[in-house]
């Protein structure tokens, strides 16, 4: 495209230890579970895994902003997508979203579940009450909404915005607000 310069991609490492935490036996063990109920806790816990990184990833922004060549766009994906918006916000940078789990994004669709219904016990009772109670957006949100806010968590997102003087907010009711828009790579 005429008078668009060409672009680089920067990669930041931000702290935090991802492969050692999925390798512990804590990790393990929830990776191997087969219900609704901790594939739902896993994807809930997605973004609150990573705020600890905010304050990184954020510093470096400001790094880059004061030089020479300053970031003209944010490209978010799954697990930072409330600091993502945040970092865009603060910085007044466009931010779009990459995301490879499109079934974790809000939708009003009944069908469109966050979690996809497992039949593990054989129990149709059990099993009915799984998916009534873990697969739904409406679920995923609940969970999301307490891990991302957790008053007792030293890193939640109402307070990382706070250390950068905004105002608390809800991720996937930001996203649908500023409608944000977000790339799901799909077929």
Known sequence: A??????????LNSG??????VNSCLGQWAIRQKTEFMQLMMLSRSEAEFFNSSTVIMRHLR????????VSMLVYGLTLTGVGLMAGEYFKIPAVGFNLQPSSLPSDDKEWTAVQAIDATGIKALEDF?????????????CKVFSERNPFAFFNIDKIRGWFGLPPCDTRVLLRERRSPVVIPMR
Do not use: H, N
Not at 2 to 11: E, K, L, N
Not at 64 to 70: R, Y
């Open 63 to 70: 790094e880059l902003q004061s030089g020479g060549e300053p």
């Open 2 to 11: 005429a008078g668009v310069s060409p672009g680089q991609i920067c990669y």
């Open 16 to 21: 935090g230890d991802t492969e050692r935490k």
């Open 130 to 142: 799984e998916k009534a109670w873990f697969t739904s957006q409406r679920s995923l949100e609940f």
